[in-house]
Each structure stands twice: as structure tokens, then as C-alpha cells.
T-cell receptor, first 116, second 111 residues
Framework: EAGVAQSPRYKIIEKRQSVAFWCNPISGHATLYWYQQILGQGPKLLIQFQNNGVVDDSQLPKDRFSAERLKGVDSTLKIQPAKLEDSAVYLC???WGVGQPNEKLFFGSGTQLSVL | GDSVTQMEGPVTLSEEAFLTINCTYTATGYPSLFWYVQYPGEGLQLLLKATKADDKGSNKGFEATYRKETTSFHLEKGSVQVSDSAVYFCALNNYGQNFVFGPGTRLSVLP
């Protein structure tokens, strides 16, 4: 089966610019996650969608980050304006179910963002 | 809140050496525990999991046992290979909440 697709693979921008990331989850997966992985740290959840509804966005910096999941399939994550501390790898993941404790997550390869 | 602590890396071993990567957690209730692995240039992928106390997860020669009494889920492999070089993440999922990942441990295996 095709995996989770993310683009772009790399992005370099200057602070105060805007940037958008795209994710296409595995077909049929109900739940989609965006994680931020800062160098040397584990992934931190930014937002979780179930189909096209938001389940958890408690750790999303809503003053600059936004995300949507169109028709319960693809998703985009946007940062506007970017700050230096946003430099990180942005990971998209998906799963079949709706956040069951033994659910397996499928990750994309991530987008590495550098803010100069 | 829930948290996961892992031994700091990097860990460098010779091929065929024994591997242990320590993981301890803090959580209310009875979370499910996972090890994810990230090979160079790839996304994280599930290595193994355990959903209740005393369960042992295993895959590709790796093993980890859910120890509730010590709140631990240490990863072990009897004989590592160069191809095992990767970053290993311990994680938990508490029912109704989100995955919490540890900081990762980088493993380098030398031929």
C-alpha cells in the first residue's frame, strides 16, 4: 500500500515569511496527525483530525499556525509568520481508527523547515 | 502530564554486540507502550508494542517487556547489525489521549 506522502521535503524561508506543508494520508485512514520534531527531541503533537473534524489542537500555536483537512483526506499545515524557533521537521501521520490506545501510526518522511 | 524518558545517545556498538536502550514512563492509568524506529531519510515506523503489564513485544529480533512495577519498557536485541543503525523512540498512548514520545536514542552500529 502507498505510504503517507508529504511535500515539500525541504523548505528554507526567512523569518516573518509564510510557509505551507501538504500531507496525503494512507487511503481510508480516518485519523490524521501533524507533529513537530525539533532537533534532538521527540515528535510533539500539533493537531489531530478525525475525518475532517479537529480532535485536539491544544498544542497548536494558533496565533501563527493553522491547519485544515479538506474532505477528510488531504491536509495542509500553514505557518504565518514564521519565527526562528519554528525550525524543525514537520511530520504527518495517519491511522485507521480514532485514537485507540494500541493504534499503529503510519508516518510520512517529514518536511524539514529552516527559518533564517 | 504523561511523559517518557529515554537513555541519552548516541549509542555506538560493534556488530553482534548486545543492545539495551532504557525507557521509563510516567502516566496515570495503564497506557499502551511502543517503540518506533526512524532509519536515515525515512519516517518513523512501528517496531513493536505492548498493551498491558507483563506483555512482551517483539519484532526483527528486538524485544521489550512492559514492566508496570518499574514503569519501564526497555528495548533489547541480542546481536545488532549495521542495518539497525537508526534513531529509536519510546512512546506511550493513554486511552483517550495522544501519543507521547521520548526524545529518541541514536544507535550507530560499526562493522
Amino acid at each position: 500500500e502507498a505510504g503517507v506522502a508529504q511535500s515539500p521535503r525541504y523548505k528554507i524561508i526567512e523569518k516573518r515569511q509564510s510557509v505551507a506543508f501538504w500531507c496525503n494520508p494512507i487511503s481510508g485512514h480516518a485519523t490524521l496527525y501533524w507533529y513537530q520534531q525539533i532537533l534532538g527531541q521527540g515528535p510533539k503533537l500539533l493537531i489531530q483530525f478525525q475525518n475532517n473534524g479537529v480532535v485536539d489542537d491544544s498544542q497548536l500555536p494558533k496565533d501563527r499556525f493553522s491547519a485544515e483537512r479538506l474532505k477528510g483526506v488531504d491536509s495542509t499545515l500553514k505557518i504565518q509568520p514564521a519565527k526562528l524557533e519554528d525550525s524543525a521537521v514537520y511530520l504527518c501521520a495517519s491511522s485507521w481508527g480514532v485514537g485507540q490506545p494500541n493504534e499503529k501510526l503510519f508516518f510520512g518522511s517529514g518536511t524539514q523547515l529552516s527559518v533564517l | 502530564g504523561d511523559s517518557v524518558t529515554q537513555m541519552e545517545g548516541p549509542v555506538t556498538l560493534s556488530e553482534e554486540a548486545f543492545l539495551t536502550i532504557n525507557c521509563t514512563y510516567t502516566a496515570t492509568g495503564y497506557p499502551s507502550l511502543f517503540w518506533y524506529v526512524q532509519y536515515p531519510g525515512e519516517g518513523l515506523q512501528l517496531l513493536l508494542k505492548a498493551t498491558k503489564a507483563d506483555d512482551k513485544g517483539s519484532n526483527k529480533g528486538f524485544e521489550a517487556t512492559y514492566r508496570k512495577e518499574t514503569t519501564s519498557f526497555h528495548l533489547e536485541k541480542g546481536s545488532v547489525q549495521v542495518s539497525d543503525s537508526a534513531v529509536y523512540f519510546c512512546a506511550l498512548n493513554n486511552y483517550g489521549q495522544n501519543f507521547v514520545f521520548g526524545p529518541g536514542t541514536r544507535l550507530s552500529v560499526l562493522p
